[in-house]
Every structure is written in structure tokens, then in C-alpha cells.
């Protein structure tokens, strides 16, 4: 069936050094979809970024990715970590029934 | 914009009662609502998918009879916790979207079940 993986539990930075959160995925559909959704504490998990299209890079609010289908791989970044990035963050998977499947989630701390 | 309620955001139950808990989409139509759990530790786990005017479709491990749910408009969900045990504590996870095909699911903030 279809996996995410996500190597890291935590990940403690210092403001202002680059953010980079892996993710792997395993999956036999050809388009799926690839999401990260940031879990703030005491408020719902939403989407930050998604993909579906083979080596685009995808942008928001700082944060990018691209979905690499060669090596299965959709790694989150940022150039400059902040204090308010601090959260949970989700790699998920959309496959071929519209199910979306999870990854562990990066704890990303950002310290000063 | 697209916003899921759900409620309660907290419960605690007796060992071997049940709890339900409910999710209502505001600003959209949640044709598909997707259930998880996230139990202590671990990631989130789909429970089920619900689709209006469809069949529910529960994962493996997951059953009607344990997790009963109802989705009979283009609002609103519910899904109970049948006689509930320590292993059904976590937070549980509503996300609603407008189609059945891959994009995002707006997601409720979780109602947190503890277990007494």
C-alpha cells in the first residue's frame, strides 16, 4: 500500500539557518498527489504546499518544494528558518482513491 | 472561506461507554469527509472515507460497528466511538473537501478523546 516517510522526529534550528524536512513516499499510482500540511498547536492541520507535477518547484509563504518523481521524494524547505515556524509539520500522500496517507510529522523547533 | 467546525475539542469517557463527535463544513460542500485518529505517538490513521450518496469505506482495523458514521448532507458529519477502551484514546480528526479526487481536505481542529 502506499507509505510516507518521514526520517526525522525533530528538528531544532536556530532563527535564521535553512529549513530542509525530508520526505519519501512509496506509491504504484503514477499521479498522485503530495502534500505538507503544518499543525500549529491548539489549531487544525492545514495545507501549506501540494504537487503533482514532476520536478516544478512549488511556493508558499516561503516555503517550497518539488516533487521529485525519480526518487520519490518531496523535501520541504525554507531559506531562513523563523520563530513562528515552529510546529508540526505532515508530508501526506494523495493516492488513487482520493485516501490520504500520513507521515509521522517533523517536530520543527526554531530557536533564537 | 472553507472552515471545518468540530466539536467537542475535549472529551473524557468512562472505560466501555462512547462518545460521538461531529464536524460541520462552512463555506463549502464537504462531499467527502475523511476520518483519522491519531493515537498517542503515532501519525494519523484514516478511519474511514465518507462520501454523500456513497458507501462508507473503512480502512482495515477500522469498523462500522466500532466507528459509526453519518454523513447525510453536504455539511455535516458525525462519527461515534462505540464502547471505548484505553487503545481508542488520541485525537480524532475530521477533514472535509468538495470532491472525491485529490485535493486538499480542510480539516477540523480534532476533538481529543481520553479514556478513564
Known amino acids: 500500500g502506499d507509505s510516507v516517510t518521514q526520517k526525522e522526529g525533530l528538528v531544532t534550528l536556530t532563527e535564521g539557518l535553512p529549513v530542509m524536512l525530508n520526505c519519501t513516499y512509496q506509491t504504484i499510482y503514477s499521479n498522485a498527489f503530495l502534500f505538507w500540511y503544518v499543525h500549529y498547536l491548539n489549531e487544525s492541520p492545514r495545507l501549506l504546499l501540494k504537487s503533482s507535477t514532476d520536478n516544478k518547484r512549488t511556493e508558499h509563504q516561503g516555503f517550497h518544494a518539488t516533487l521529485h518523481k525519480s526518487s520519490s521524494s518531496f523535501h520541504l524547505q525554507k531559506s531562513s528558518a523563523q520563530l513562528s515556524d515552529s510546529a508540526l509539520y505532515y508530508c501526506a500522500l494523495g493516492g488513487s482513491n482520493a485516501k490520504l496517507t500520513f507521515g509521522k510529522g517533523t517536530k520543527l523547533s526554531v530557536k533564537s | 472561506g472553507a472552515l471545518v467546525y468540530q466539536y467537542p475539542r475535549r472529551t473524557i469517557c468512562k472505560s466501555g461507554t462512547s462518545m460521538r463527535m461531529e464536524c460541520q463544513a462552512v463555506g463549502f460542500q464537504a462531499t467527502s469527509v475523511a476520518w483519522y485518529r491519531q493515537s498517542p505517538q503515532k501519525t494519523f490513521e484514516l478511519i474511514a472515507l465518507?462520501?454523500?450518496?456513497?458507501?462508507?469505506?473503512?480502512e482495515q482495523n477500522f469498523t462500522q460497528e466500532k466507528f459509526p458514521i453519518s454523513h447525510p448532507n453536504l455539511s455535516f458529519s458525525s462519527m461515534t466511538v462505540l464502547n471505548a477502551y484505553l487503545e481508542d484514546r488520541g485525537l480524532y480528526l475530521c477533514g472535509a473537501r468538495e470532491t472525491v479526487s485529490n485535493e486538499r481536505l480542510f480539516f477540523g481542529h480534532g476533538t481529543k478523546l481520553s479514556v478513564l
Open positions: 465518507s462520501t454523500v450518496n456513497s458507501a462508507i469505506k473503512y
